[in-house]
């Protein structure tokens, strides 16, 4: 899988947009976008995915630039529930593949 | 159940001992993955199954870990002559096996070896 770059840590102020980047330059065609969050003492949560188009549900909304060299994934307003660690992840879905975690962006909302 | 299930929640063995872990599924979801969190870590996939097959155990750490699915729901991870080093959050999780569908993990299963 290709490697994802994110900041280590960001702070977001509650009530407002919280957007978190990952920088995925060496993606290839057939791999998707995965963003997970994990809050302290649960597993994973899985939030969006995409490929090449942008994507919103219920949770977020998920920007792919049209190289697909980098994403942005965007909370429109963030809660103080939505402090974790945020997982961008690529994953080639050609054989139900695994997810390999990075280390992430620790997100802080604070009052 | 809506989720992933995993049993026990904490679990504490003596070092030497071995231990069991269970998974339960989500019901249709062809495939299941094993991973193992150390503290202030990412998740590190030990283990995929689809149905009962285990198609890829590249990341089980070493011959003292071993997993099982026989029906094809329902999974174990065991740990024998468990280690100190074996202290970590053990996840799994569950998808349909087409497409994209995410992964959908459980809570973990807490793992103290003393």
């Known amino acids: 899988d290709a490697k994802t770059t994110q900041p280590t840590s960001m702070d977001c102020a509650e009530g407002r947009a919280a957007n978190l980047p990952c920088n995925h330059s060496?993606?290839?065609?057939?791999?998707?976008v995965y963003w997970y969050r994990q809050i302290h003492s649960q597993g994973p949560q899985y939030i969006i995915h995409?490929?090449?188009n942008n994507e919103t549900n219920e949770m977020a909304s998920l920007i792919i630039t049209e190289d697909r060299k980098s994403s942005t994934l965007i909370l429109p307003h963030a809660t103080l529930r939505d402090t974790a660690v945020y997982y961008c992840?690529?994953?080639?879905?050609?054989?139900?593949?695994?997810?390999?975690f990075g280390t992430g962006t620790r997100l802080q909302v604070t009052l | 159940g809506a989720g992933v299930s995993q049993s026990p929640r904490y679990k504490v063995a003596k070092r030497g001992q071995d231990v069991a872990l269970r998974c339960d599924p989500i019901?249709?979801?062809?495939?299941l993955f094993w991973y193992q969190q150390a503290l202030g870590q990412g998740p590190e996939f030990l283990t995929y199954?689809?149905?009962?097959?285990?198609?890829?155990k590249s990341g089980l750490p070493s011959d003292r870990f071993f997993a099982e699915r026989p029906e094809g729901s329902v999974s174990t991870l065991k740990i024998q002559r468990t280690q100190q080093e074996d202290s970590a959050v053990y996840l799994c999780?569950?998808?349909?096996?087409?497409?994209?569908?995410?992964?959908?993990f459980g809570n973990g299963t807490r793992l103290t070896v003393t």
């Open positions: 995409g490929l090449k």
């Open positions: 060496t993606i290839s065609g057939n791999e998707y």
């Open positions: 992840i690529v994953r080639d879905t050609g054989t139900a593949s695994k997810l390999t």
């Open positions: 999780a569950s998808s349909l096996n087409r497409g994209s569908s995410p992964l959908h």
């Open positions: 019901s249709g979801h062809v495939s």
């Open positions: 199954f689809q149905n009962e097959a285990q198609l890829d």
